[in-house]
């Protein structure tokens, strides 16, 4: 394994996995433009080595997570379920019931303390082969990147963020990003829902200042566990040594009563003062739009210390496929035992890219009784990071969840609007933009699992007709605001005649409420056969499956948005307004054009 990100960088290198740019580029929107072109590249591109940086003397290091090949170097696996199947040694680990087999789980106790951080010593750690204080501290020297064009400033986008506990004394780490305000401070992004955030809130009870540390540069163990969602209390440390086999060796901080990785590129240390907030953005964020601009508290930087020929690593976020996708799947594939020893009845689930994370999961189940199915979608809205999830999707044990061509015939095949959707409400990501109220909103699940006695018959529709063939001038004659349309599963091999649930998406120049257009559309008496109609703006490139997908789970508040009807379903994909009764500020779509 790694014990630094320079040992990772030159294993890239090495392996034909990283491309230097050698000419000067600005760390404003230009090395953005670059790292997107790869991130966008067919299998994630290339990780980049920026040898030249305007404005400063430290080299910037981008993408280097964002493929199946660079992500498996980083976390030293052939394939990312290799993690589950590490962790599922302890979670599926019987008690002991003789001295025998008591004394044979002692070695794999024995190796699981061997992952706890270890202390550097007395020698001066590699992060503060450098050190500057007071008036010394100046952020401007490290080349922060501004991403996107709207962004508010320049943002630390890859930071290992360190606080403790004041009641308890445990450690978080995090990944919260920092805009620079100015030499000596920053902003501290951590949303209401974060465990630093609720170590920041028993701060502010006491009225002292939280003493905060942040490495930048990390192995690479080390800055995936900033990311993955442990429960509170969990040492993300801990995490790190598992991945790594190995202990991260700490320093102690230099101002503050904290330590980090004696490795790390960058460290920067402060504090921050309860009832201390600044605007902050907005920020190009993983969801492809800009998270709006709001008050958090602010990071005062008491020091910066570095090695003495340090590496800048960042992360561009952005519209799917991107770098932290990649990040994400190793979350998906590490914490799937952690939550099969809570739900035993999960066989495995899927994250898809265009859901951005906590838009949708589709999970397969082992169903054993009627109302399994709600069972599980409940239960997913009660634990940890899955609260956040707006749409949970359930199948069968037959049904690889991670088969998006089989999910969709499932749906296409079996889905009874009437009977299989159930439509709620509950917490949301702070960065859900489509509700009409901040982190909190409506949620859906929808049953495509094979009846059990004891639930209702499915509606028997049949087969649906085939569409008529001048579909597109009898929504136009319908519909005014309808520019074009078509049928996104044509031509999806398998299905023959089985199609139960026809689907048409629509580009329309939308002018009215959904209510009002469902309406409309279930007027069209020779379109009765189409089960599903989902609108989107005339921006959007309706024979891009992808887009689509991609704007359906961003766009779409399920309590407002879907309007069902008699077995038939209009969802809205569109940009919300007044004229939904939407008064929130709707953000802006990522894009490098100005």
């Known amino acids: 394994m790694f014990n630094c990100l320079q040992e990772f960088i030159t294993a890239l290198d090495r392996a034909g996995e990283l491309m230097r740019v050698k000419q000067e580029v600005s760390p404003h929107l230009e090395i953005s433009r670059l790292t997107d072109e790869q991130s966008k590249s067919p299998g994630g591109g290339k990780a980049l080595f920026f040898e030249k940086v305007k404005g400063s003397r430290f080299p910037v290091a981008t993408n280097i997570f964002g493929s199946y090949r660079r992500i498996h170097m980083a976390l030293g696996v052939k394939n990312l379920d290799e993690l589950g199947d590490r962790v599922r040694q302890y979670t599926e680990m019987d008690p002991p019931k003789s001295l025998r087999q008591a004394a044979s789980l002692v070695p794999r106790a024995l190796q699981l303390a061997s992952f706890f951080p270890r202390s550097w010593g007395s020698r001066t750690p590699p992060c503060q082969e450098v050190v500057h204080t007071g008036d010394d501290v100046d952020l401007s020297k490290i080349p922060v990147l501004q991403c996107w064009p709207k962004d508010g400033g320049p943002f630390i ?40 955030s609720h170590y920041f809130n028993e701060y502010v009870a006491a009225g002292k200042p939280m003493p905060v540390a942040v490495a930048i540069g990390t192995d690479p163990a080390t800055t995936y566990a900033a990311t993955a969602p442990l429960p509170r209390g969990i040492d993300e440390m801990i995490l790190a040594g598992f991945i790594r086999k ?3 060796k700490m320093a102690k901080c230099v101002t503050v009563d904290l330590e980090v990785p004696a490795l790390a590129e960058f460290v920067l240390e402060g504090y921050v003062n309860p009832g201390e907030t600044r605007i902050e953005g907005p920020f190009g964020d993983h969801t492809g739009y800009y998270s709006l601009a709001d008050h958090y508290p602010v990071f ?10 340090p590496v800048y690593s960042a992360t561009l976020v952005g519209p799917p496929p991107m770098e932290d996708c990649y990040l994400a799947k190793a979350t998906e594939r590490l914490f799937l035992p952690m939550l099969q020893a809570v739900m035993p009845e999960i066989l495995d689930y899927w994250l898809p890219w265009e859901g951005v994370f906590h838009n949708i999961v589709i999970v397969s189940i082992d169903k054993e009784f009627p109302g399994h199915a709600y069972k599980l979608i409940n239960g997913l809205w009660g634990q940890g990071q899955m609260s956040f999830c ?19 015939k499932r749906l296409l095949t079996h889905l009874d609007i009437d009977t299989d959707i159930v439509v709620t409400k509950g917490v949301l990501d702070v960065l859900d933009h489509s509700a009409p109220d901040a982190l909190f909103g409506g949620k859906i699940g929808i049953d495509l699992c094979d009846r059990f006695t004891g639930e209702p018959d499915r509606k028997s529709k049949g087969p ?5 063939l001048d579909m597109e ?7 005014p605001e309808c520019i074009a349309c078509r049928d996104p599963f044509d031509g999806l ?41 989902v609108l989107f703006d005339r921006s959007v490139d309706i024979l891009n499956n992808g887009l689509m997908l991609w704007k359906v789970f961003n766009n779409v508040s399920p309590d407002r948005d879907m309007v069902i009807k008699k077995g038939r379903m209009v969802i809205d994909a569109c940009r919300k307004g007044p004229v939904d009764g939407h008064t929130r500020e709707w953000p802006d779509e990522l894009t490098f054009d100005i």
């Open 157 to 196: 986008t890859l930071p290992v963020v360190f606080t403790q506990s004041l009641v308890t004394g445990r450690r978080n780490v995090g990944m919260y990003r920092l805009q620079v305000f100015d030499r000596n401070t920053t902003g501290m992004h951590w949303h209401i829902h974060k465990d630093g």
């Open 246 to 248: 190995q202990p991260v």
């Open 300 to 309: 005062h930087v008491t020091a910066i210390t570095h090695r003495k020929n």
């Open 390 to 408: 707006k749409a949970i999707v359930v199948v069968d044990k037959n049904v690889n969840p991670q088969d998006g061509a089989a999910v969709a």
């Open 464 to 468: 649906a007709p085939p569409l008529p």
């Open 473 to 479: 001038a009898l929504l136009r004659s319908g519909l």
């Open 493 to 533: 091999p398998g299905l023959k005649d089985a199609v139960v649930n026809r689907i048409v998406v629509l580009q329309i120049d939308k002018q009215r409420p959904a209510d009002q257009m469902a309406e409309t559309l279930f007027e069209i008496q020779q379109l009765d056969m189409v089960r599903v109609f």
